[in-house]
């Protein structure tokens, strides 16, 4: 099994930045690939980022050149750097964890609140 707890959510203005980290335990050896969602009031859950075992990230179009996310074989732990925050980046945000034990399985953190004010 595996784990995850999101931190660092909060209020920002726009244009500025947050951080959010995702600590992974449990059989963390496990995991094929991490990602970062969201999901905005009354929307569905949206992709964020992808990153995969092998170090390659894919970002949504909307939040790229914007959020960075690093970390993933490093720690325990992955982080999302959010810069050039807008309105519309207003979401709870939440990780990801891709992993086998047995089969395939997914981890879901508790989520973060993002809130950008304009």
């Known amino acids: 099994q595996v784990q995850l707890v999101e931190s660092g959510g909060g209020f920002v203005q726009a244009v500025g930045s947050l951080r959010l980290s995702c600590a992974a335990s449990g059989s963390i050896f496990t995991i094929n690939a991490m990602g970062w969602y969201r999901q905005a009031k009354g929307k569905q859950r949206e992709l964020v980022a992808i990153?995969?075992?092998?170090?390659?990230?894919n970002y949504a179009d909307y939040v790229k050149g914007r959020f960075t996310s690093y970390g993933y074989n490093a720690k325990n732990t992955v982080y999302l750097k959010m810069n050039s925050l807008k309105p519309e980046d207003t979401a709870v945000y939440y990780c990801n964890a891709g992993y086998v034990s047995l089969r395939y399985r997914e981890a879901w953190g508790q989520g973060t609140l993002v809130t950008v004010s304009s």
């Open positions: 990153i995969t075992r092998g170090g390659d990230t």
